[in-house]
């Protein structure tokens, strides 16, 4: 069926803004990674399933799913990510020697005849697009080929919806099969975009089940580093346009707690230059965590270099601040210190997280400072007073166990559709295993 002339417009348009910008993202340092892959010189993996997240968060979330999947290790699973991250997660889930049925790979760039390319060469049964990836070209290839397409953990921000109205003819005709979203505002946003016949559910967010609010079964490899009698304070998921304002919450805190280990991550590793050069400035003592080869003594200000070792670091911290959040950037995920025990500090600015809920806030398990100074305060006094990790814990667990969920339901969902290739396979599989017994008997 051909589409209507304004949304031919829009895709010629839209194949040519790529055409022009393909060669100058070649020489971007973190799309350069996996150009290739995003170009398609090297093909993606066929596969029944295929799972677009985005980033680092997504990616958390797609390893939920496939976990948590009935029979996922009888279909084919292509994975993609758009970041170095996001497929350093996934590889580590899913070792592609160990898992050959599960692949991850580079999102492809969404230039409309790359897309039809791709979405050719997976031939997937199912595309299952995780929170916000709502991406033209892809959905436009999807319908050609009558592939399903899924959006689940749906999130639409206001904002975003905004901008994809800027053309909102082109949305009525790409609207996907079905539509998981975490909140009653989501789900309205995405009637808005997609139209009111669009198949849209409510869910729980994955994000609650990623949380265990169990201590640990193996031993932290970074208390090497860190003895218990000195209070920690972590910095985390800080964002470049607001270092500005996390060096004032430092020089606060060090004018009241000199002693106090200051530990640095950088939401994206390539700001770890731009922090060098600003402590180089200080007056205080700093270290890149790579480089840390004994115990760090107070005092010190620890910059994080390595991916993956937030988490670990909560559970050594007496005090937490979660970035994002003292500028308009939306907010990073608050929800995880609290597993370590800690009620993490966060700025004004979390829009993103509002799925988390206000009565987070109401019962102190989460503070808000309405600018660096109340930010820093609130951290000063955590690492004044004692910590009762087991009690925050508690209050935790009671709290995310009313909102846990939503992994069981996507995948309910997600099976649903796939289980007649499944059973398919299984079928396949015990006749082939009956006929290589009856080979071996004679």
Known sequence: ???????????????????????????????????????????????????????????????????????????????????????????????????????????????????????KNVCPRLMVILETEIWPGLIWALKKQKVKIFIVNGRLSLKSLKNYKIWPGLWKHLSPDKILAVSREDAERFKLLFGSGSSVALMNNIKFDRIDLNLPGVSNNLKTFFKDNIPVLVLGSVRGDEEELIEKIIIYVYSRNPGVIICIFPRHLHRVNSWSKRLNKGNTAWRLRSRLGSEVPGGTIVLWDIFGELASMYELA???????????????????????????????????????????????LVREGKNWQEAAELLNADLENPLDRESIRKQAAGYLQKHQGGTKQACQIIFDFLKSYVTVYIKQNNESKKETLNNAGN
């Open 318 to 364: 007496k005090a937490v601040f979660v970035g994002a959040s003292l500028v308009p950037l939306g907010g990073q995920n608050f929800i995880e210190p609290l597993a370590a025990g800690i009620r993490p500090v966060i700025g004004p600015y979390w829009k993103d997280f509002k799925w988390a809920g206000l009565q987070l806030f109401d019962q102190g």
């Open 1 to 119: 069926m051909p589409e209507p002339l304004p949304e031919k417009a829009f895709f010629k348009f839209y194949d040519m803004l790529w055409s022009l910008a393909i060669p100058f993202l070649k020489h971007n340092k973190r799309i350069a990674q996996g150009y290739n892959q995003r170009i398609l010189k090297q093909k993606l993996f066929y596969a029944d399933l295929w799972i677009q997240a985005a980033s680092v968060g997504e990616a958390y979330l797609a390893v939920e799913i496939i976990n948590n999947l009935p029979y996922s290790d009888q279909l084919r699973i292509l994975i993609t990510t758009s970041t170095s991250q996001g497929i350093e997660i996934l590889t580590k889930a899913f070792p592609p020697l160990e898992n050959r049925n599960i692949q991850a790979a580079y999102f492809p760039f969404d230039k409309p005849c790359i897309m039809q390319s791709a979405v």
